[in-house]
């Protein structure tokens, strides 16, 4: 399905429970947001490193 790149937000950690980054799975520290093909948001989490390659892909 195709996604769009739509955003980047800083994760916020809630309730204590660690988030790990979906390429390289270290901590993750932010989330990027897609738009897929019915409109629906899709939402990805990345550390600080791999976070910068989803933005230049796009
Ligand atoms: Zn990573």
Redesign the pocket.
């Known amino acids: 399905m195709e996604r769009i790149f739509s955003m980047l937000r800083s994760f916020v950690d809630d309730g204590g429970k660690t988030k790990f980054?979906v390429?390289?799975g270290?901590k993750a520290t932010q989330e990027a947001l897609f738009t897929v093909g019915d409109g629906a948001i899709l939402i990805e989490k990345?550390?600080d490193?791999?976070v910068t390659h989803v933005q230049k892909k796009e």
């Open positions: 980054c390429t390289c270290n990345y550390c490193t791999c």
